[in-house]
């Protein structure tokens, strides 16, 4: 046996180098940058140790600015895009004969390059002195006027960002939402069939619940993606974000570290330690929540 | 006769019913599928329009008639498209294939060698998983810098190779292999290598697509960390090649160019999903998460 | 309520290699069943008994034929809009939901004039649960329930709406032996204390034959035999029949008939009056046999079973088609093991002749 151990071991050394180096040490380390003072990433040196960067990084404004962003990219996306995975995917349970065309399509966005695609929408929701894209036509042909969707008024990038966000979620949600649906057993529908349950009560009082582990998963995971929400936004404003006011906390933790404002990563440490803090709440609040309304079989 | 006729109209207005509603379900799938697929069809039409006619649609058309392939060889040409597909494919490749060994290996130790300490390892690594990747990369960032190691492919994979969800799936996978096949293994004086190669890879294979497919689209579409770690366009990778073709490729904004070059970035991992359809999606259902 | 199913024929259309060929599950299935009375559908698994339940129950259309509750024609009608109690094979119990919020879910369905009051719903709730004694459970969620349990509440969440008709699929069937006995008396006591008329489906005999009014046995979607359970077993109007029913399973011995006599091999066994000359299969129940050093019927002696009340001789014979022959005989006989054969003669009532080719039921003529 002592011969089996000390092979165990050398099957996981790998794993613990790779997981030791890029993982564990960066983890201990982002505390640490975190409350050093003053840092100078050029000569390695630091003033003291204390809440400095904290203090800083939460009156800048620039943070400031990505925090109220990515909550309300937050708030919109996660709620809708769950509503809309859960229609999307209850339609689809309803077409045996299409389904499996539907969900390839629907599946589509999961395999494609945010980035890549993000100028697509780019190009559909901009302004120009040449066009006012597609999607101002159509408002125009309703009988609005032309926004810049890109360069324009808060509210209409913020329209962009969130669609653009939902648009990119949606096939995993869909995905998952149609094989919890599949799974439950199809007795269940037959008995509230033959009892004559109208349909509003049959998703309320038997799928919702049926399915309500998984809808919890997806809104926990949902807001931890959200909260991480970055490239959809570089996608569509450019890697300039601040300029734009459309950062993101991840797209601020990334500027302080690299770019035109970086070279602070102790800025960026407080600042990705916060955003932990949030997500880490936000969590355990849904926890909470779902121990109350979430059916285990 | 009076009864009979009340439930034909009861039969008639449920069969009317049932219509009524599918016909709207599938108006309105179909309005979702078309919102999905837009994009796609925007972004090839765009390709094909050519420079001078695209610039002069005041009012973009949702058709041409005169499709050209010259928007192609121009980002092929203008900007290093080629290099940034090639790096792309050396990334993902060299990437999944370190991070399929080592988490073979790491969940074979795992799963069937008994050491002492083994069950406080797994519980410790398992919290390893919570730790969200924006968290560690400032430091990474910073080693790999001092290492000299920035605008490398060893900067580049090193840090993005080890992903502790997937050792854990495959652990998972591994435990539920009897542990009799192991002893008769055993007995007949199989190496646990050869059996790990024989028995075990080839039983665990669907878990081991499965991570493979998810590795693979997860870097070819990455982002973040090759923009930090490269500033030299000889390594960017194509995500990263397209914003500095959206930036500054080109010259003037050459909307059609770009979009030639979203077509060819977009183009292998759409091929490869309508191939692998069912594996790919299956595989996601079975342990992807994004977003 | 009477039940009349009229010519109900449905057809699935065909699967993968066969997408041609459809599949005809049940087969001009014609049908009236009494007010009150409770009928079995018996059949191998595939027959169409499932099928034509959910026929009944409206989860199903027909292709062709028309189904009537009372003189309501409900062919056309939706599975809600009949009024039937449906149970299912697994119970199909919501796991989320208490016992009493089961039972109630189909009375909280009901909309407008026909939606009872709170407590008029909780009260026919309860009363159903005594039916079936669940009182004591009303709090506790399906999982926390045994099999015999979960079928009582799916039983009372179907009586509960007060239904026109009452199916149960397979309703014992995932219950282990000794609860099934028991269920089955329950099954049978509830359905005589409501009085509604009850279709259930089953491939048990013993199941069909114990709490039956009325049974039918179906084969590859047709109708075989409708009758009284003894009757189905003493009088079967196929070889079929004869086979699917009885434990040991009856013996088929090749046999013709000859000059108004039945022959097995160059015996003539039984007398067969006003019967022409033709080959026939001879079908003998396990107790049709009776030891007689004289009896015409020579067989080969394997072993000898004792069982207690009665012993079974295991033996064998060249024109029988069973491998082996079982004669359930009383215990009170003597068969002498060291014989290399012994003799039986057989008991008319427990021989039924069938045409060889189409295996229809042959009658001899009635002797004085």
Redo the contacts between chains.
């Keep these: 046996m002592e011969k089996?151990?000390l092979?165990?071991?050398?099957?996981?050394l790998?794993?613990?180098l790779?997981?030791g180096?890029?993982?564990?040490?960066?983890?201990i380390?982002?505390f640490v940058?975190s409350f050093e003072e003053g840092y100078n990433?050029a000569s390695q040196t630091y003033f003291g140790v204390g809440l400095y960067n904290y203090g800083y990084v939460l009156h800048d404004p620039y943070f400031l600015q990505a925090v109220k962003n990515t909550f309300l990219l937050v708030a919109i996306t996660v709620p809708l895009s769950t509503c809309l995975a859960l229609l999307?995917s209850m339609?689809?349970s309803?077409?045996p004969r299409l389904q499996k065309l539907?969900?390839?399509?629907?599946?589509?966005?999961?395999?494609?390059?945010?980035?890549?695609?993000g100028?697509?929408?780019m190009?559909?929701f901009k302004k120009?002195a040449?066009?006012?894209?597609?999607i101002n036509?159509l408002i125009n042909r309703f009988g609005g006027a032309s926004v810049d969707f890109i360069d324009g008024p808060y509210w209409a990038k913020m329209f962009v960002l969130c669609f653009y966000?939902i648009?990119?979620?949606l096939p995993?949600k869909i995905?998952?939402l149609t094989?919890a649906l599949a799974s439950v057993?199809r007795?269940?529908y037959?008995?509230?069939?033959?009892?004559?349950?109208?349909a509003w009560?049959i998703f309320t009082?038997?799928t919702l619940?049926?399915i309500s582990p998984t809808v919890f998963y997806l809104v926990i995971?949902?807001f931890?993606?959200?909260f991480?929400a970055?490239?959809d936004a570089?996608a569509l404003f450019?890697?300039d974000l601040n300029a734009a006011g459309m950062n993101t906390i991840?797209g601020y933790?990334?500027d302080m570290?690299?770019g035109n404002s970086g070279g602070y990563?102790s800025y960026?440490?407080a600042a990705?330690?916060l955003?932990?803090a949030i997500?880490l709440t936000i969590t355990c609040i849904n926890l909470l929540v779902s121990k109350k309304h979430v059916?285990y079989? | 006769m009076q009864k009979k006729t009340d439930f034909d109209k009861i039969e008639r207005a449920v069969r009317v019913r049932g219509i009524l509603a599918?016909t709207v379900?599938?108006v309105?799938?179909t309005l979702?599928?078309v919102?999905?697929?837009f994009?796609?069809y925007?972004?090839i039409l765009?390709s094909v329009k050519s420079y001078g006619a695209y610039?002069s649609?005041?009012?973009?058309q949702l058709y041409t008639l005169a499709p050209t392939l010259g928007n192609y060889i121009d980002a092929f040409t203008a900007v290093p498209l080629a290099r940034y597909l090639l790096n792309t494919l050396i990334f993902t490749a060299a990437t999944t294939g370190l991070m399929l060994?080592?988490?073979v290996?790491?969940a074979?130790?795992?799963a069937r060698?008994?050491?002492?300490g083994?069950d406080l390892?797994f519980t410790l690594?398992l919290a390893?998983m919570m730790?969200?990747s924006?968290?560690?990369?400032?430091?990474?960032?910073?080693?790999i810098t001092n290492w000299g190691l920035r605008n490398s492919f060893a900067g580049l994979i090193?840090?993005s190779?080890?992903s502790?969800f997937y050792?854990y799936l495959l652990r998972e996978n591994f435990a539920q292999v009897p542990d009799e096949l192991y002893y008769a293994a055993k007995v007949d004086g199989t190496s646990?290598f050869k059996y790990l190669w024989k028995v075990m890879l080839p039983i665990c294979r669907p878990t081991l697509v499965t991570i493979t497919i998810l590795k693979a689209?997860e870097c070819?579409?990455s982002?973040?960390w090759p923009?930090?770690i490269t500033d030299n366009e000889a390594y960017y990778l194509?995500?990263g090649g397209?914003?500095s073709i959206?930036?500054n490729g080109f010259g003037r904004?050459n909307?059609p160019a770009?979009?030639a070059?979203?077509v060819v970035?977009?183009l292998p991992?759409?091929v490869?999903?309508?191939i692998f359809?069912n594996k790919?999606?299956e595989g996601?259902?079975r342990g992807?998460?994004?977003? | 309520m009477k039940v009349v199913l009229q010519d109900l024929t449905k057809k699935f259309p065909g699967r993968g290699k066969n997408a041609q060929q459809e599949v005809v599950a049940v087969d001009g299935f014609t049908f009236e069943i009494p007010d009150g009375k409770l009928v079995g559908l018996l059949g191998p698994s595939g027959c169409g008994k499932s099928t034509t339940l959910n026929l009944l129950?409206?989860?199903l259309k027909p292709t062709s034929g028309k189904i009537f509750f009372g003189e309501d024609d409900v062919t056309g009608l939706?599975?809600?809009?009949r009024g039937?109690?449906?149970v299912?094979?697994?119970y199909?119990l919501?796991?989320?939901?208490t016992v009493l919020q089961n039972i109630l879910?189909?009375l909280?369905?009901?909309?407008g004039r026909e939606r009872p009051a709170k407590e008029e719903m909780l009260r026919r709730a309860k009363e159903a649960a005594d039916l079936v004694q669940i009182g004591e459970l009303l709090d506790r969620r399906p999982?926390e329930l045994s099999g015999g349990q979960q079928q009582r509440v799916a039983i009372a969440?179907a009586l509960v709406?007060m239904p026109r008709v009452l199916l149960l699929d397979e309703p014992l069937s995932n219950l282990d032996a000794r609860l099934r006995l028991q269920t089955r008396e329950e099954i049978r006591r509830i359905q005589r204390e409501t009085g509604i008329t009850t279709v259930f489906v089953t491939h048990d005999q013993d199941e069909a034959m114990s709490i039956s009014d009325i049974i039918v046995v179906m084969k590859n979607g047709v109708v075989q035999q409708i009758d009284k359970p003894q009757a189905v077993y003493d009088d079967p109007s196929n070889l079929f029949v004869a086979q699917f029913l009885g434990t040991p399973p009856i013996h088929v011995f090749n046999g013709r008939v000859e000059g108004g006599r039945l022959y097995i091999g160059n015996q003539a066994v039984l007398p067969a009056p006003g019967l022409p000359d033709q080959p026939v299969t001879a079908a003998v129940r396990p107790e049709g046999f009776a030891l007689d050093e004289q009896g015409p019927l020579a067989c080969n002696l394997t072993r000898v079973e004792i069982m207690g009340r009665d012993i079974s001789v295991v033996c064998t014979h060249p024109d029988c088609e069973n491998t082996a022959i079982r004669a359930i005989i009383s215990a009170e006989n003597r068969v002498d093991t060291a014989q290399p054969t012994v003799r039986f003669s057989l008991k008319p009532g427990k021989v039924f002749l069938f045409t060889a080719d189409t295996q229809a039921r042959l009658r001899p003529a009635q002797e004085g």
């Design positions: 089996n151990n092979k165990g071991w050398l099957y996981l790998p794993a613990a790779f997981l180096f890029f993982l564990v040490y960066p983890l380390d982002v940058y990433s999307i339609g689809l309803a077409i539907y969900q390839t399509i629907y599946f589509l966005p999961y395999v494609t390059n945010t980035l890549a695609v100028l697509v929408f190009i559909l120009t040449y066009t006012d894209g597609l036509l966000t648009w990119v979620v995993f995905l998952i094989s057993n007795d269940y037959n008995a509230a069939k033959v009892d004559g349950t109208p009560r009082r038997i619940p049926m995971t949902g931890i993606g959200a991480k970055y490239s570089v450019g890697t991840v933790v990334y570290l690299y990563p960026a440490s990705a330690i955003l932990f997500v059916h079989s | 599918n379900l599938y309105l799938l979702w599928a919102m999905v697929l994009p796609f925007w972004m765009t610039n649609e005041y009012i973009p060994l080592v988490t290996l790491a074979f130790g795992f060698l008994s050491f002492r083994r390892v690594f390893l730790i969200p924006e968290l560690v990369v400032i430091t990474n960032y910073v080693t090193l840090p190779v080890t502790v050792i646990d689209i070819w579409n982002y973040v923009r930090l194509v995500s397209i914003q959206r930036e904004e909307i770009m979009m070059a979203v970035i977009s991992l759409i490869l999903f309508l359809r790919i999606m996601v259902s992807g998460t994004k977003g | 129950c409206g989860l939706p599975a809600e809009k039937v109690g449906l299912f094979q697994n199909a919501y796991p989320h939901l879910f189909p909280q369905n009901l909309r999982s969440r709406k």
